[in-house]
């Protein structure tokens, strides 16, 4: 596909760009962007970034208030730009209490899909773009929220050139040019009226096709009014555009983790320590902690200190020696001679011996360090990754946070016993031998020096003291900027396209300088103890000196000894002021492993680790809502469910319809176990889920949810994470041709070997979703959630892959959450939400035959745009 073909027509225009595969459109998206490369030259792309807005799937929002979220690239723009925001926001805020203040969580996980997608819209909208991109724009929203969403977005593509993504063909009806695209390349292109004229053509086949698979589940009601399938198609298409804008994303963006906004928001309404946050501190010393956790280092630990002390001897040693040879060159010249040499040659065997010990005494504790940092981090992350989902809803549990906890605490912990541990035993030895060798010189003038190091010791005390609190401050502030720092680069795409770089470069400047601020404090107070280290230094200095010339003045000593008593013991109070410097770093290592053991601690209210609970010899799949009520942990103002129920049959499906952010996607949440209710049952044949074993209850569901995560491995490992425990070759493509995959990965150079980058940013959405279908195949589960499962797939993929969910699904009992009422007609049973509540239950053919139903009035509007 070249450029020539495009932009030749783009310029004023809106342009619907329909894939039949989903392979190459986003990759052409990203070029119209720019990432605007090729298609403008000779412009500031900053500037050009600034004409261009972008909305997509999955939306893409930072842990901020609402109207952050909104205005997070806003310098001055019109008020038309801020009304057609609002209205597109009003919705998804009117029912919350704190409304444009909402903090929406990481990754917006405090909001629902349609939620998300609305506030993603509208934060594209209030850019006022002069290039308009829409990709899956609104696949994401109920059927009522789709028109709110399609009217403004209707309104604000007049006079802007347009570029839109779409599958669902019925977006075409005002679109100004449509290019069909069939692996990489323009097939056909014209407006609709043209198109249409050529049966044969791609165009007319793709709605063929999907106009096809939606009359096969279309009411009869609906049905009767349609003479032809040609008919159907022209009148589709003749309808209305507003309510059925579908698009699809193929960028390969990867999920971001939380940017906070400092300035913006707190952290209000997060005071629930115990239930979602570190819980109490450790009540066992985390020192001694430590040293267990190191107990299978200790004979390296053991050599080491052996080391150490060698090494601390060497100082008071050296003294003694340097003394005595000093004191030679006092002597006699027959006698200067011999004693030079012996002196001398006793410098070169303390050379060499430091030599041997001191790399030896770094070698062994460099080694037991490490052993704990990787034995610190492989704990931690074990009890991470087994917390429940609500203790990561607490914005002191970002994935920032929790990232530079894995790093910068094992680290510190790692300084303490590979540095500081040899220190603490070198100093020691230095100290012992010091006074040891002071002692048998001259004990008087010992004991006068000795005096002055209680001294020494009482200032690192006071200064151990002052710097107490600063090294948390700073933890957390490093935390910080390292939130900003890693999810700035995860959601680099977002960022360029609504030119938020200086934005979020000040927002980092603004963390690193908190940090500046605290690092001046600490080195203030850091420099203040340093310096009164010195200070004691010198005035042992000067009391040796003194106190040795009275008593050389006297004849109570000589030369020699006062020599040996200040070079013995200037050295070992060096070693006690050196105790100052490694100060800071012993609390931070001790808040370190507080934080460690805090974490290790903590009992998760949800434990996968836990083998306790029922494993039931037969699972039927019967499962039942019991007068259930919940509020998520982070939103108590909000109540989700109030004396929920709902039976759901066994081998049945149950489809989940109502507008965006009444429930449906927490009855998926709670069905899985991420978090307990507040108040009611959950039953799986009769037995309270709470009580059955989490791993084993979790191995007999299968979900498949809106937005596909992958990870940054191989395809083969993604579809293999299906399944506990060793899988075939042929296993693994079985459930890829079920899920429409195995053609797309076959056709890769490394086939299943490819890797995926990170979050799949490699694949398109529709390729990503059949990965993920084929991941819950692979699993073989006796109930398979299936959360809008089909919303990124085109026309074709998505009816070979419900055909494929429609095969997977006899015999299991299913829940499906969905707006395109295609995908829930053929539902067993239809529950209607609306507020945390249903208040319509039954097939198609009975909810569609209520009066002024809700569900009637959802099949109505969709009917009228198809």
């Known amino acids: 596909m070249t450029t020539g073909q495009v932009v030749s027509k783009m310029s004023g225009d809106i342009v619907l760009v329909q894939d039949a595969i989903g392979e190459k459109v986003g990759k052409f998206q990203n070029l119209v962007a720019a990432f605007l490369g090729g298609f403008i030259v ?247 902690r430590l040293a267990i956790l190191n107990k299978p280092e200790v004979p390296i630990l053991i050599l080491g200190s052996l080391a150490a002390a060698v090494h601390g001897v060497i100082f008071p040693v050296f003294g003694l020696v340097i003394s005595s040879a000093i004191k030679s060159l006092y002597e006699p010249a027959d006698k200067l001679r011999s004693d030079t040499s012996f002196w001398g040659m006793m410098c070169f065997v303390m050379g060499i011996i430091s030599v041997i010990t001191i790399p030896a005494e770094f070698l062994l504790f460099g080694i037991a360090g490490g052993k704990l940092i990787e034995r610190i981090r492989a704990l931690s992350f074990q009890s991470i990754v087994h917390q429940e989902v609500a203790w990561f809803d607490d914005p002191r549990n970002s994935s920032g946070a929790l990232g530079a906890r894995l790093s910068i605490d094992a680290l510190n912990v790692r300084r303490l016993v590979g540095d500081n541990l040899s220190l603490i035993i070198q100093l020691s030895s230095t100290l012992v031998t010091g006074v040891v060798i002071s002692m048998i010189a001259d004990w008087k003038l010992a004991l006068i020096t000795m005096c002055v190091i209680p001294l020494v010791g009482l200032q690192s005390y006071a200064h151990v003291k002052f710097l107490n609190g600063f090294s948390q401050d700073a933890k957390m502030m490093y935390e910080d900027a390292s939130q900003v720092a890693t999810d700035a680069v995860s959601s680099i795409r977002t960022i360029a396209s609504f030119c938020c770089e200086k934005r979020i470069t000040r927002i980092y400047d603004r963390k690193c300088r908190a940090s500046v601020n605290q690092g001046v404090k600490t080195g203030i107070v850091g420099g203040i103890g340093f310096g009164f280290s010195y200070l004691t230094l010198y005035l042992t200095y000067g009391l040796c000196f003194y106190v040795g010339g009275q008593f050389v003045r006297q004849g109570k000593s000589n030369f020699g000894e006062v020599f040996k008593v200040f070079f013995a013991l200037v050295l070992a109070t060096m070693g006690v002021s050196e105790t100052s410097a490694m100060a800071s770093d012993s609390k931070k290592a001790k808040d370190s492993a507080i934080s460690i053991f805090t974490l290790l601690d903590r009992v998760s209210e949800i434990d996968s680790r836990s083998n306790q609970g029922l494993i039931l010899d037969e699972v039927k799949g019967n499962i039942d809502f019991q007068q259930v009520s919940f509020k998520y942990p982070s939103r108590l103002d909000i109540q989700i469910f109030h004396d929920f129920t709902l039976h759901i049959p066994s081998g049945k499906t149950v489809a989940l319809v109502g507008e965006s952010g009444s429930g449906k996607s927490t009855v998926i949440t709670l069905l899985e176990r991420f978090y307990n209710p507040d108040s009611g049952t959950i039953q799986l044949d009769g037995v309270e889920i709470k009580s059955l074993n989490i791993n084993w209850f979790r191995n007999q569901i299968g979900l498949v949810s809106q937005e596909p995560i992958l990870f940054d491995d191989t395809i083969r490992a993604n579809i293999a994470y299906g399944k506990d425990g060793d899988v075939t070759e042929e296993e693994l493509i079985a459930a890829a041709k079920i899920s429409n995959a195995h053609e797309f990965i076959s056709s890769l150079p490394q086939g299943y070997g490819t890797f995926v980058g990170e979050r799949g940013a490699q694949l398109s959405g529709g390729q990503k979703q059949r990965v993920a279908i084929a991941r819950a195949i692979l699993k073989d589960p006796k109930i398979l959630l299936l959360d809008e499962a089909t919303s990124a797939l085109d026309a074709e993929s998505e009816r070979i892959v419900q055909n494929a969910l429609d095969h997977v699904m006899v015999g299991r009992t299913t829940i499906v959450v969905a707006h395109r009422l295609s995908t829930i007609k053929g539902a067993d049973i239809i529950a209607v939400l609306k507020d945390g509540a249903i208040v319509e239950k039954g097939s198609h053919d009975s909810l569609v035959n209520i009066k002024d139903g809700l569900y009637a009035s959802l099949v109505e509007l969709r009917s009228a745009s198809p």
């Open 42 to 288: 000779g412009f500031v792309k900053g500037w050009i970034l600034s004409l261009v807005m972008l909305a997509c799937v999955p939306p893409i929002l930072f842990a901020a208030g609402v109207v952050a979220k909104v205005l997070s690239k806003i310098s001055s723009r019109g008020q038309a730009s801020y009304s057609n925001a609002g209205n597109i926001v009003e919705q998804t805020i009117g029912a919350i209490k704190t409304g444009y203040d909402t903090m929406v969580g990481q990754r917006g996980a405090q909001l629902s899909g349609g939620q998300k997608q609305r506030i993603a819209i509208a934060r594209a909208i209030i850019k006022n773009p002069r290039i308009l991109l829409l990709d899956e724009a609104t696949s994401a929203l109920d059927v009522e929220s789709e028109r709110i969403v399609q009217e403004a977005l209707d309104r604000i593509m007049v006079d802007r050139t347009t570029l839109v993504v779409a599958h669902r063909l019925t977006t075409v009806r005002n679109v100004d040019c449509i290019s069909v695209i069939q692996q990489g390349k323009i097939v056909q292109q014209g407006s609709h009226d043209e198109l249409i004229l050529n049966l044969d053509g791609a165009y007319s086949q793709l709605i063929l096709l999907q106009e096809s698979h939606v009359e096969q589940k279309m009411d009869h009601r609906l049905s009767a009014s349609r003479s032809s399938t040609s008919l159907s198609l022209k009148r589709s298409i003749s309808a209305s555009l507003g309510n059925n804008n579908e698009l699809s994303c193929t960028l390969p963006f990867g999920l971001p983790s939380t940017i906070e906004m400092p300035g913006e928001y707190d952290t209000h309404g997060n005071n629930q320590k115990e239930k979602n946050g570190e819980g109490e501190a450790p009540k066992k010393d985390p020192m001694v």
